[in-house]
């Protein structure tokens, strides 16, 4: 569980993401270029907040072992729950090392289910396992 606090607001991000290729076939000769869409349960909650708060949620992500033609995006897949309301996010969006706007909204919302996607993934990559941190950060308007 990754959680981030400033001042009175609070951001809480829980569950974890991982992909499972089981039934990938290539043709000798072949080549192929992976995509995959996550199936774990992950949610975000927006806490904290000034009454009556207009928020921004900004996502990008910090590299600890990734390779740079593997490309993980982030969509949300629910609508939360709480008095407030958040807009955009529906579709997926590609996550960089640099801040992207993700949602906005108002109040706060719990449970708002988010779903993820990796691409770009061949051959070419060597054999292991890859991972990077994604960071979510609230603004209040």
Known sequence: MAQLESRAQEIRIQGSVSFSFDQIRIEPGGDFDLEAESTDKVNLDIKKLTKNAYWTVMVSKNDVNWDSQVKIYVRRTSSGDGKGFANGGWNYILINNLNSTFLTGYEKLNNIDLQYKVEGMDV??????????????LFED
């Open 124 to 137: 070419s990559m060597e054999a292991g396992t890859y991972y990077t941190d994604i960071v979510y950060t």
